[in-house]
């Protein structure tokens, strides 16, 4: 659990088709791999969530996760790395919400606040919208507040909408 957010970077991780890597849960497991040996230093991480599609559609559920790490990389170099690592995986982007053997979010750079398109924007402008973020980043980061609203994980979970299922993932 990690307390200090000045300059915790936090990526989210989801996937719900299986990749060369096997399950989405093992895809998870090997992209964060991945991220190590790419010099990235994961420093925290949620367990796994079990997650219902947003928006609700009948594709299958998503196995998500929050990693806090540490890159000396600014947030476009990050970002265009999490990019390649979801290539690497088989990672088409056709349209917006499909299906994905990974998806690889840069949720946050510490306390930057990057707005000018088209990329990077940090942080991630849906994030407060997501169960499938703020319960893992919760996890990770009990702490963190919104580097331009300035509120805490816990007031941004207690204004999700109630549709949204985010539940902790067992085997």
């Known amino acids: ?31 964060l791999a991945r991220l190590e040996q790419e010099g990235v230093v994961i420093v925290g991480r949620s367990r796994f969530w079990r997650t219902r599609p947003v928006p609700i559609s009948d594709q299958p559920w998503f196995v998500n996760a929050v990693a806090a ?10 970002l265009d790395l999490l990019h390649r690592i979801e290539a690497d995986f088989g990672r088409i982007r ?43 980043l919760r996890e990770v980061a009990p702490q963190w507040r919104h580097p331009v609203s300035g509120e ?13 299922v985010c539940e902790p993932d067992v085997l």
């Open 94 to 136: 056709s349209v917006p919400n499909a299906a994905r053997v990974l998806d690889l979010d840069l949720l946050s750079h510490g306390r930057q606040v990057l707005n000018v398109p088209p990329r990077p924007l940090v942080p991630h402008p849906r994030l407060c919208e997501r169960a499938f973020v703020l319960y893992p």
């Open 1 to 31: 659990m990690l307390t200090d957010d000045r300059d915790l970077i936090l990526i989210g991780l989801g996937a719900n088709l299986p990749s060369a890597a096997g399950t989405p849960r093992q895809s998870l497991e090997a992209a």
């Open 152 to 164: 805490s994980v816990a007031a941004l979970i207690g204004r999700l909408p109630g549709d949204q």
């Open 69 to 78: 790490v540490g890159s000396p990389l600014p947030a476009a170099e990050l």
